[in-house]
């Protein structure tokens, strides 16, 4: 298993940094990593000559357990970390029961959570020789290691769009980029035996008026308060939906492209309705609005009974109310009760955010699991063609037929370029100031091999 740790990416937007974050605390200790996307990395992981550790963004329940399988009969191991990890559920129980697929963590060799309320629920179901309380890769972001990562993405989207507010949606649901009968389907296959479709027909309407709320909140800011409107679907949700909809409306940006970070640190501030993107806001000291025409509405998209989302935010209720508040979004956000208020919920969810502690320990701890890594761990596996660019331009052509799966395909995964990793791997070795060598190859579509020089190992 000290061969290589093999790191899919399944929605790239939310993973790629923090998983090549993770790579370069195992190389830096000699552990070779194959990273990229899902589909080419778990090619390979089953390829492969020598066993490995496979990092999965969950379980090996909803459709993995085939794979999980025949790694095992090839001695692989088995880590994990949720990438949603339950930290908008007020109570972790809820978002257990919500998530059928961790209750397969005992079938893994362990398993990281991001916070003391994930690991106490947890620990007590899969014991603490499974689950490890080491912080989340993607919190690593939120704070000051992300504002230094996204400085320059921060400083670009200011000077283009100036001062605007910054809207993120997460109604995938009700406006789902493979509209609503391939959704349907793609959700009862998804769920299996625990699908519910009374629960999804109550959030599909939840999200319905949610979506019209954005839809009228949005005219009424360009045309009353003349502000600039930075609209962000989320990447499961139709952006053309939403382009029509303020086709008429002037000022007003519906934007899917690159990492959520940038565009909310360049923000006067986000609205929002229990998303996650308020906890990266709050992380890094962007004030957050959830807006809501009535206090139904704050607990409408909650799949449990609360929501930390909007307990971390400012509630404003109705237009007339939100234009009586709008110039003091800031002053509000910074009275001394809000912030501690803030910093408890944050406490209770994540630890060590805004650091790389948490990729360091996680990287370590794999270490110690799997054994003295060998440095040229599968080196020969992969092989490099340009076909693969020949491939890329291929996926991207509007000639393309858009069946389900490759629109789900476009939304998650995004290019990821010899060129855009390398550079991505000096800047985040430049911040946090190491002076190691990391060599890489492409050995799949969008997928690399990076390996340590022997000499330059932490020991």
Not at 148 to 167: A, E, M
Not at 235 to 249: G, R, T
Not at 373 to 387: M, Q, R
Not at 427 to 443: C, E, L, N, P, S
Request: proline share 3%; glycine share 6%; net charge positive.
């Amino acid at each position: 298993m000290n061969n290589t740790v093999f790191l899919p990416i399944e929605i790239t937007q939310r993973e790629y940094a923090s998983k090549l974050l993770l790579a370069i605390e195992l190389i830096k200790k000699g552990m070779p990593v194959i990273i990229g996307h899902k589909g080419p990395v778990i090619k390979l992981a089953l390829e492969a000559k020598e066993p490995g550790i496979f990092f999965n963004k969950g379980t090996s329940a909803g459709g993995f357990e085939h794979t999980h399988v025949l790694l095992k009969q090839k001695n692989f191991g088995f880590v994990a970390q949720d990438e949603e990890a339950g930290v908008t559920f007020d109570n972790f129980e809820d978002f257990y029961i919500n998530r059928p697929a961790l209750r397969s963590v005992n079938k893994l060799d362990l398993f990281f959570t991001w916070g003391e309320e994930e690991f106490n629920f947890l620990s007590e179901k899969f014991g603490k020789n499974i689950v490890k309380n080491l912080g989340g890769l993607r919190s690593c972001f939120w704070g000051d290691f992300g504002k230094k990562f996204y400085q320059s993405n921060t400083d670009s989207l200011k000077k283009r769009y100036g001062n605007y507010i910054l809207i993120a949606s997460n109604l995938a649901t009700y406006n789902s980029s493979l509209g609503k009968d391939e959704d349907y389907k793609k959700e009862i296959k998804s769920w299996g035996k625990f699908w519910k479709p009374e629960a999804h027909k109550k959030l599909f309407e939840n999200e319905k008026k949610i979506f019209f709320q954005y839809k009228e909140l949005v005219e009424f800011i360009s045309k009353e308060c003349d502000k600039t409107v930075i609209f962000r679907p989320h990447p499961s949700e139709s952006m053309e939906v939403w382009q029509d909809a303020f086709k008429d409306i002037k000022n007003v940006f519906v934007k899917k492209e690159g990492d959520l970070l940038p565009w909310i640190l360049a923000s006067d501030f986000l609205i929002q309705n229990n998303c996650t993107s308020a906890i990266e806001a709050s992380t890094v000291g962007i004030p957050v609005v959830t807006y809501a025409e009535e206090i139904e509405d704050l607990k409408r998209l909650s799949e449990g009974n609360d929501n930390i989302p909007n307990k971390l935010s400012i509630n404003v209720f109705g237009k007339n109310q939100f234009f009586e508040k709008m110039n003091d979004i800031s002053l509000i956000w910074n009275k001394d009760e809000n912030k501690k208020n803030r910093e408890i919920l944050l406490k209770r969810k994540l630890k060590d955010y805004g650091t790389t502690k948490a990729a360091k320990n996680i990287a370590q701890t794999i270490i110690e699991y799997a054994g003295t890594p060998n440095p040229k761990g599968n080196e020969n596996l992969g092989k490099d063609s340009i076909l693969f660019d020949i491939y890329e331009l291929f996926r991207f052509s509007k000639l393309r037929p858009k069946s389900s799966s490759i629109i789900l395909d476009l939304n998650k995964r995004g290019t990821l370029s010899y060129d855009k990793v390398q550079k991505d791997i000096i800047h985040i070795m430049g911040i946090m100031k190491v002076d190691k060598k990391i060599k890489m190859k492409r050995v799949e579509r969008n997928t690399f091999y990076l390996y340590p020089l022997e000499l330059d190992i932490e020991k």
